[in-house]
């Protein structure tokens, strides 16, 4: 035989074994799966872009699918565009997705429509979820829609101040307690080079982009100046005739306040969004910063070198002067119309967000349904979670109370001791907080904030308008989303998202 | 047998008198049928195509536009109430402007705008007059009155002017901008000057990059603080500056991102005009003495005129759609200083307010309409006639 012939003969012998092997695998996987209980089971989930939230879905799917034989499939969507692709899928019955994870004040549009499964029979039957290891806000607050569980936490959202512990301790300043303190501490510390390279840096960074996160970042401000008596207060509307609780003296001067940071800042804070404002940090150059729970993380990550041990988390400052919900007015606090303060400041940690959450559609088969849960319970369990956690870049901060007790997993990520107990301990103190406040969690809750606030806000930071003309605009705004969906319906729906049941 | 079209006595497509028509089969007289509405026969799938890809979402965008929609309820009539919000409502400070005190010079401007406008009018009515070209420049004097109006109220009176205002700005301003140096560059490499193919390709090679990387590259270079040009913003005294922060500044840097990437399109488009003029003429100038100034304006220009005035419209319907720049450059910050109206369209979309978002596009649709219809009536077809 010629070698041509031989080679192609062997050729032919090399694919046709492995064509016999590939034939084999493809006959015998579903053979080999056939132990596992969701054999054959795609849970298809849409959610935002990774790597935050989504790429670590993406790798416990992996586990997940060795674990029980289902196959996870992560998508992703541009993040102003997610709340709007799943509810027409689930409403229009196109039902291609299985599990949305979004921000949890999303759930309840959803929820009233019909759209999301109802939780509690499926938790009844899970014993190794640890319900109540779930902190109490996160648990009753973000989870629950008119008393039954509709979503699982796998992200707790709130902001915190954080602050360079080196360069307070330098100027014998002490982390703020209140907003004036916030403001005078920037003022301070602006201008100073705080990592070393010779060039000024800023003694606040906060985001301030329009279509971005300053929305948060104003309402972690405005809270502490409206909220005085519990979370089942609220921050927005009237509890009995749903008119918008923001055209006051309260949201004026948190406008103010936001506005202010920005005189120590970056130049361009303005167009900075969350993303720009981290880098920012991470490189060393800010004194305080208002953030969600990632900056810690963020700060024994290779890229935040220059922060590394430096940092230091407080509960959100709060405010000696509240609002009196009669008159508009700031009043000074005192025991009786701030019972939670603490040495006579009010403060309302904000839970910005709500945080990202998983909910089941309930048009799913039910084999479906009951994977799409079981895996999110597997991302929610403390044995996954606690560990997620302390990982910066997935994006997932601390809601279980075990991830909170237990340092070890945070000095095992890199932490030292010392920050740790420091950010883990501002932590609990907002999570325990009795007034904490709750983002809005009804119908239209989007344009509400992240369309009608976040728009005025942002002609007020670029001097188009007053603070007065600012929030008057959005009484307006509001007012008109209100009787778009029906007072009396979203009256019912906000109180009930308060935990207000009667 | 043969048939009246074989024996030449009937024309394809024409009708066969009745008393032939008794004594053919059916089937020979509808295969007769078939070839007389052949041409409708063949064009007929790609208008259908047309049909469900165009004008079944114009009339859909357009039953949105005057409801109220939820997706997870019910849909409801409103009649003009959106259209309302946005000219006389709550939207108005975001579509049209922000209205206070009109100052002198915008009083100057309105009052000259509406003389202006009648006389153009009257000297219409004196001339060719036909109804529908007398309705047709009545809604395109309507039109230029009214934005005469919002400018006069608006920018010349210290106010800030909304999307309307913001994308004509892109769409005048930067066509302008975009055509002068399009020209220019296709003057240039008209010349037989070493390298030219060269250039030809570099300067053609913007218009192939997505818009969305345009944007992040001249956001990225735009920034004073960070990124590849920080540097030379801060040797240049400009470290300090932000350009996002300041209406104008902001709307500069997206006019020149849109130009770096759209002047390419002009220029290709007059670099071929400019080739085709016989070489005789330029050269029969240049035998009689003229100038280059003089071969330019009184042999050059005239030859490309239509083909300038046709891209020239051409890049003003597509300049009307900006959208991509202003939302990744500065997401139509600050404030609303840089939102385009389709960008007011998205983000009301985005929101799930699909009521206000189709009725912002019909207003754009109206504006992109009545603008560029006047201008193709009014400049390209006159070009094209006397040329």
């Known amino acids: 035989m010629t070698r041509g012939i031989e080679t192609a003969l062997s050729r032919r012998a090399g694919t046709g074994g492995l064509t016999a092997v590939g034939l084999v695998l493809a006959l015998a996987g579903p053979a080999l799966a056939q132990g596992k209980p969701y054999a054959g089971v795609t849970i298809d989930i849409l959610t935002r872009p990774g790597p935050v939230i989504a790429q670590r879905m993406v790798e416990r799917g992996v586990e997940f699918t060795e674990l029980t034989g289902a196959e996870v499939r992560v998508h992703e969507v541009p993040f102003a565009e997610l709340f709007q692709k799943l509810l027409t899928d689930w409403a229009t019955g196109t039902n291609s997705i299985d599990v949305g994870v979004f921000q949890s004040g999303w759930g309840v549009e959803l929820q009233a429509a019909g759209l999301l499964e109802n939780l509690d029979p499926y938790i009844e039957r899970d014993d190794k979820l640890d319900l109540q290891d779930i902190a109490p806000y996160f648990r009753e607050y973000n989870q629950k829609i008119a008393g039954s569980t509709y979503q699982l936490t796998i992200d707790g959202d709130f902001h915190m101040v954080y602050y360079r512990r080196d360069v307070l301790e330098a100027l014998g300043l002490q982390p703020p307690t209140t907003w004036e303190e916030y403001l005078a501490v920037a003022e301070a510390t602006n201008g100073l080079d705080h990592n070393g390279d010779g060039t000024p840096d800023y003694g606040s960074c906060i985001f301030k982009k329009r279509n971005a996160q300053s929305y948060f970042a104003v309402q972690s401000i405005a809270a502490s100046f409206v909220q005085t008596q519990g979370t089942g207060q609220g921050i927005y509307f009237d509890l009995e005739t749903m008119e918008p609780m923001i055209n006051n003296e309260a949201w004026i001067t948190a406008f103010e306040i936001y506005k202010k940071t920005g005189d120590y800042g970056p130049p361009d804070e303005v167009n900075q969004d969350i993303g720009d404002t981290r880098a920012v940090v991470q490189a060393g150059r800010c004194a305080l910063a208002i953030d969600w729970g990632d900056i810690g993380p963020l700060s024994i990550d290779p890229s935040g070198e220059a922060i590394r041990d430096k940092m230091g988390a407080v509960m959100l400052p709060g405010s000696t002067r509240v609002l009196d919900w009669e008159t508009g007015q700031l009043v000074d606090c005192t025991p009786e119309i701030c019972p939670h303060a603490i040495n006579g400041v009010n403060h309302a940690p904000f839970a910005a967000f709500g945080g990202w959450s998983g909910g089941v559609n309930a048009a799913a088969d039910e084999l479906t349904r009951q994977a799409s849960y079981d895996f999110l319970s597997y991302m929610n369990q403390a044995a996954q979670s606690n560990v997620d956690v302390t990982i910066g870049w997935t994006g997932y901060n601390p809601y279980r109370n075990s991830q909170l007790e237990n340092l070890d997993p945070w000095v095992a990520a890199g932490f030292s001791p010392e920050f740790a107990e420091n950010y883990l301990g501002a932590i609990k103190a907002s999570l325990n907080h009795p007034n904490m406040a709750s983002d809005l969690r009804i119908p239209g809750a989007q344009q509400y904030t992240g369309v009608v606030l976040d728009r005025e806000l942002s002609r007020f930071l670029a001097g188009e308008i007053t603070a007065e003309q600012a929030v008057a605009n959005i009484e307006e705004g509001w007012e008109e989303i209100t009787e778009d969906f029906g007072r009396d319906e979203q009256l019912e729906i906000y109180r009930a998202s308060l935990g207000i049941t009667n | ?387």
């Open chain 2, 1 to 387: 047998m043969a048939s009246a079209m074989d024996q030449g006595t009937v024309r394809p497509g024409s009708r066969i008198p009745a008393e032939t028509a008794i004594h053919r089969p059916l089937r020979v007289r509808l295969a007769e049928w078939l070839d007389g509405q052949s041409r409708q026969l063949f064009i007929m799938p790609a208008v259908v195509l047309i049909l469900i890809f165009s004008i079944f979402p114009l009339v859909a965008s357009l039953v949105l536009a005057f409801s109220r929609l939820r997706l997870t309820g019910n849909m409801r009539f409103v009649g003009f109430d959106n259209f309302e919000k946005q000219i006389f409502g709550s939207e108005q400070f975001h579509f049209l402007g922000t209205f206070g005190e009109i100052s002198v010079a915008g009083w100057v401007l309105i009052v000259a705008a509406g003389a202006a406008i009648l006389w153009w009018l009257l000297a219409y009515a004196r001339s060719g007059f036909t109804w529908v070209g007398f309705i047709g420049r009545l809604i395109t004097a309507a039109l230029g009155f009214g934005l005469a109006m919002l400018l006069g109220a608006t920018l010349l009176s210290g106010q800030p002017f909304g999307t309307l205002g913001v994308t004509l700005f892109y769409v005048f301003v930067g066509c302008a901008f975009q055509f002068a140096i399009g020209l220019g560059l296709a003057f240039l490499c008209a010349q037989p000057i070493r390298g030219r193919t060269f250039f030809r390709v570099v300067f053609f090679l913007p218009l192939m990059i997505t818009p969305i990387g345009v944007g992040y590259a001249f956001r990225m270079m735009a920034d004073t603080t960070k990124g590849p040009l920080a540097p030379a913003w801060q040797w240049l005294g400009l470290g300090d500056f932000a350009w996002a922060a300041d209406p104008w500044a902001a709307r500069v840097f997206i006019v020149v991102g849109d130009s770096w990437q759209w002047i390419p399109f002009i220029f290709v488009v007059l670099l071929a005009a400019l080739e085709n003029i016989p070489r005789d003429f330029v050269e029969a100038g240049e035998g009689d003495g003229a100038s280059r100034w003089q071969i330019f304006r009184e042999i050059t220009w005239p030859q490309i005129m239509p083909v300038a005035a046709t891209v020239l419209l051409i890049r003003m319907i597509e300049a009307f759609k900006i959208v991509d720049l202003p939302n990744i450059m500065t997401s139509g910050g600050p404030g609303i200083a840089t939102e385009s109206m389709t960008l007011h369209a998205f983000f009301s979309w985005r929101a799930l307010d699909l009521g206000e978002a189709s009725a912002v596009a019909y207003l754009l649709l109206f504006v992109t309409v009545v603008v560029c219809v006047s201008f193709f009536n009014l400049v390209v077809l006159k070009r094209v006639r006397t040329a």
